[in-house]
């Protein structure tokens, strides 16, 4: 069965570091999520894209957060520098629908990531 | 705005209880609903969503949900509980493809 792959499982880092994060969605599928959840809460929308394009970052903190798929196919959301405040789970999913038509989203094992 | 509200962050249920975990919605129009679990260390799976139709959807592992319009819930039910259950619960809510997650009820199970 297709599967949405997310690398690495956990990150540790310091603050005011760089970290990257890889999603790989299940082939074919045009429109990819991030979301970012914070313990204790439900996942929050960060960034959407459907094929190459973005379709929404307004929740993306841009000054730090950056999100990109070079290629339509996998991507790769980046924060420089971390902040304390940004330990959470981020996940990514993918559907097979266009942006604004709701299709199932399948969900990544996501990327814990805790910055001390 | 958009919301959705889950009022329990954590329940425990006895092995072979019944299970009934709560999820209220705030949209201008009636959203599709659904309902995901989250294992330790895993991504989320759905189990069952409501788009329109017969407000009682049944989903995957015996789980089933309610739609009530008079009281914007949409409840999800098992009948008897297996300790495999235990896990965090999210209900969501969506008006197009941007989903809308609750803040999650753990569930505990005791053998």
Same mark, same amino acid.
């Given at each position: 069965?297709?599967?949405?792959?997310?690398?690495?499982?956990?990150?540790?880092?310091?603050?005011?570091?760089?970290?990257?994060?890889?999603?790989?969605?299940?082939?074919?599928?045009?429109?990819?999520?991030?979301?970012?959840?914070?313990?204790?809460?439900?996942?929050?929308?960060?960034?959407?894209?459907?094929d190459e394009s973005v379709v929404d970052d307004s929740q993306l903190p841009k000054d730090?957060?950056?999100?990109?798929?070079?290629?339509?196919?996998?991507?790769?959301?980046?924060?420089?520098?971390?902040?304390l405040g940004d330990s959470a789970m981020y996940l990514c999913a993918s559907s097979s629908g266009l942006a604004g038509n709701y299709n199932e989203q399948f969900f990544g094992p996501g990327t814990r990531l805790t910055v001390l | 705005a958009q919301s959705v509200t889950q009022p329990d962050i954590h329940i425990t249920v006895s092995e072979g209880a019944s299970l009934e975990l709560r999820c209220n919605y705030s949209y201008g129009a009636t959203p599709y609903l659904?309902?995901?679990?989250?294992?330790?260390?895993?991504?989320?799976?759905l189990l069952l969503k409501?788009? %329109? /139709? @017969?407000? $009682?959807?049944? =989903?995957?592992?015996?789980?089933? #949900?309610?739609f009530k319009r008079s009281q914007s819930s949409f409840n999800l039910r098992?009948?008897?509980?297996?300790?495999?259950?235990a896990a965090e619960y999210f209900c969501?809510?969506? %008006? /197009? @493809?941007? $989903?809308?997650? =609750?803040?999650?009820?753990?569930? #505990?199970?005791?053998?």
């Open positions: 069965e297709a599967e949405v792959a997310q690398s690495p499982r956990y990150k540790i880092t310091e603050k005011s570091q760089a970290v990257a994060f890889w999603c790989d969605p299940i082939s074919g599928h045009a429109t990819l999520y991030w979301y970012r959840q914070i313990l204790g809460q439900g996942p929050e929308l960060l960034v959407q894209f459907q730090r957060f950056s999100a990109e798929r070079l290629k339509g196919v996998d991507s790769t959301l980046k924060i420089q520098p971390a902040e | 659904f309902w995901y679990v989250q294992s330790p260390g895993q991504g989320l799976q409501y788009f %329109s /139709g @017969d407000t $009682l959807v049944q =989903g995957i592992k015996g789980f089933e #949900a309610e098992k009948p008897s509980v297996h300790w495999s259950d969501a809510g969506s %008006s /197009g @493809d941007k $989903l809308t997650f =609750g803040t999650g009820t753990r569930l #505990a199970v005791r053998p």
